[in-house]
């Protein structure tokens, strides 16, 4: 009787849902790979469904999803494709979501309000979610709702090599547009090796997306400042915080943020302020209509690419950004 050969090596599965294909393709493309093909479709009900056309059984898949408008259609998308890999026999599941989902409602503000973070992490473990894979949570510790494994990864390394590009050095100003982002604005000044600025601001409580900034503190006369965030939604924080650091003396304002949500009325309010660019990753699909001659969208594939590397062959995500900067990536408008 002659003996079964059992199969040892892994193999690597990426399946995309269909919320931003381009990305999808682009972080295939980076690891050499071919998206595994999925049929989905949705019925007159809006219910959707979904099958993968090859066999996942003992693979290492990941599922990738941007987390995009209509939000709510692509995150149930994401975990009905998880709850597929899981009842297929994939051997482990990585959720990619370059934009988590509603991380801005991380805790309770007051009374009666959910924590959505939390829900979110809870949906993807309890459809079958091994691991999730994120770029620049709303706050480093969503990391800790999800009982499992969390690659945070960073689009800092990646912003600040334009930036340094473009900027002589010791005339930048790093500048946190609320105290909530000091921790990031810190990693920026350790890597341009600038001085950092903190806006005071408060929000109206009753009114969401409406901010009433206050002072600057730090010195920010004739510098350039480089207003750093996490996400670009309506545009209000970011132009009021501009406003503010003209009002003191700053020579030139540029915008660095990961995600570019860009909702109605950013591209106006963008567009008739004194910012000089407005610098954004691509974790987001940004339609033609909502673009302007002052961004610039620079590729966040090649950062997922790595990571997806570095967790299939049991590497280190950690060590992607320990390196120095190099040149900057191509950008476009």
């Known amino acids: 009787m002659s003996q079964l050969t059992v199969p040892t090596q892994k193999?690597?599965?990426?399946?995309?849902?269909?919320?931003?294909?381009?990305?999808?393709?682009?972080?295939?493309?980076?690891?050499?790979?071919?998206?595994?093909?999925t049929t989905a479709y949705d019925f007159a009900n809006g219910e959707i469904f979904i099958r993968f056309q090859e066999s996942v059984r003992g693979c290492d898949a990941f599922v990738l999803q941007s987390h995009t408008t209509p939000i709510n259609t692509w995150i149930m998308e994401q975990l009905i494709m998880v709850d597929a890999l899981k009842r297929a026999s994939a051997k482990r599941?990585?959720?990619?979501?370059?934009?988590?989902?509603?991380?801005r409602q991380d805790k309770k503000h007051r009374g009666r309000e959910p924590i959505s973070a939390r829900l979110m992490a809870d949906l993807f473990k309890t459809a079958g979610a091994d691991r999730l894979m994120t770029v620049d949570l709303h706050t480093s510790q969503i990391q800790g709702f999800f009982d499992g494994p969390v690659d945070h990864l960073f689009a800092m390394p990646l912003l600040a090599r334009h930036v340094s590009s473009r900027v002589a050095l010791d005339r930048i100003t790093v500048v946190s547009p609320d105290a909530g982002r000091v921790r990031v604005a810190e990693r920026w000044t350790d890597v341009l090796g600038a001085p950092l600025a903190i806006i005071?601001?408060?929000?109206?409580?009753?009114?969401?997306?409406q901010v009433r900034v206050f002072e600057v503190v730090g010195d920010v006369r004739d510098r350039v400042c480089?207003?750093?965030?996490?996400?670009i939604d309506t545009g209000g924080t970011i132009v009021k915080a501009?406003?503010?650091?003209?009002?003191?003396?700053?020579?030139?304002?540029?915008?660095?943020?990961?995600?570019g949500i860009l909702s109605e009325p950013a591209k106006e309010r963008l567009e008739a302020s004194d910012i000089s660019e407005v610098i954004v990753t691509n974790t987001l699909p940004i339609s033609q209509?909502?673009?302007?001659?002052?961004?610039t969208i620079l590729s966040i594939a090649p950062i997922l690419a790595k990571a997806i590397t570095e967790?299939?062959?049991?590497?280190?995500?950690?060590s992607m950004f320990e390196e120095p900067m190099t040149a900057p990536e191509a950008s476009s408008h």
């Open 11 to 37: 193999r690597l599965v990426v399946l995309a849902g269909r919320s931003y294909p381009a990305l999808a393709e682009e972080v295939a493309a980076n690891l050499g790979v071919t998206l595994s093909p």
């Open 93 to 103: 599941i990585t959720v990619v979501m370059p934009f988590y989902g509603y991380a």
């Open 200 to 209: 005071h601001k408060r929000r109206d409580p009753d009114v969401p997306n």
């Open 226 to 231: 480089v207003l750093v965030d996490d996400m």
């Open 242 to 259: 501009a406003e503010t650091l003209f009002e003191n003396g700053a020579a030139d304002v540029i915008v660095a943020a990961t995600h």
């Open 289 to 295: 209509e909502r673009q302007f001659e002052k961004l």
């Open 311 to 318: 967790v299939f062959t049991e590497g280190s995500v950690t």
